[in-house]
């Protein structure tokens, strides 16, 4: 049964609840940890031949950031990702067709990268209303991420389709036929694995600090 909403925490706000000097750094400690694990993810990607869109872990590590970060920190984890992508630094999935930098926004996976904070801020939003504590409420919430990144992927896919073929035949159809669907059961398969971790967390931070 879910509490009010003003009983609930993250779990790095839990570890954190001091406002200490100690606290401070963990929070940032944490926020760093998962900007680098994003850019970390986007180098384990494996290109597709029938889409310009890689399959990567990147979106798992989105939606974690927001489970275990609450919304603030966590977008501040993905707009830090972002910003050190268009400062040049090698953080995005590798690609062949744009070299390193803004440019990267405007290619084909700049819908989906454009979308990392927003997603991040609202499992964030739900994980500090208690979505993060048990199994299947945390997978609605990292569902609901996936689906603002699907969402922000399809879209740019779609404008930038129509933007390079000649005909402009290419729209919202095409860009959900190559950009989300074929991503969906191996995305889905990564949700409901990644799902258990903060939880799992919770389980253990509570043994931790109950009495014996």
Not at 81 to 98: D, N, R, T
Not at 101 to 126: E, F
Not at 145 to 158: D, E, N, P, R
Request: net charge positive; hydrophobic share 55%.
């Amino acid at each position: 049964m879910m509490r009010s909403s003003g009983s609930f925490t993250t779990f790095v706000g839990a570890l954190s609840m001091r406002s200490d000097v100690h606290a401070r750094a963990l929070r940032v400690g944490a926020t760093l940890f998962l900007t680098a694990l994003t850019a970390a993810a986007a180098q384990l990607s494996a290109p597709l031949p029938f889409t310009e869109v890689p399959f990567t872990l990147q979106p798992m590590v989105v939606l974690l950031a927001g489970l275990a970060l609450g919304s603030r920190l966590a977008l501040g984890s993905q707009l830090l990702y972002l910003l050190a992508g268009i400062a040049g630094l090698p953080v995005f999935a590798p690609s062949g067709a744009l070299p390193p930098g803004a440019l990267r926004l405007l290619g084909p996976t700049g819908g989906y990268l454009m979308a990392y904070p927003l997603a991040a801020w609202c499992v964030g939003r739900l994980a500090e209303r208690g979505f993060d504590r048990r199994y299947l409420p945390s997978v609605l919430a990292m569902a609901v991420g996936l689906a603002v990144i699907y969402a922000g992927g399809a879209v740019w896919l779609a404008f930038f389709a129509r933007s390079v073929v000649q005909t402009g035949a290419v729209g919202l159809q095409a860009a959900l036929a190559s950009g989300v669907y074929p991503f969906v059961v191996a995305d889905a398969l990564k949700l409901l694995a990644a799902a258990g971790i903060v939880p799992g967390l919770w389980t253990l931070f509570g043994r931790m600090c109950t009495p014996r």
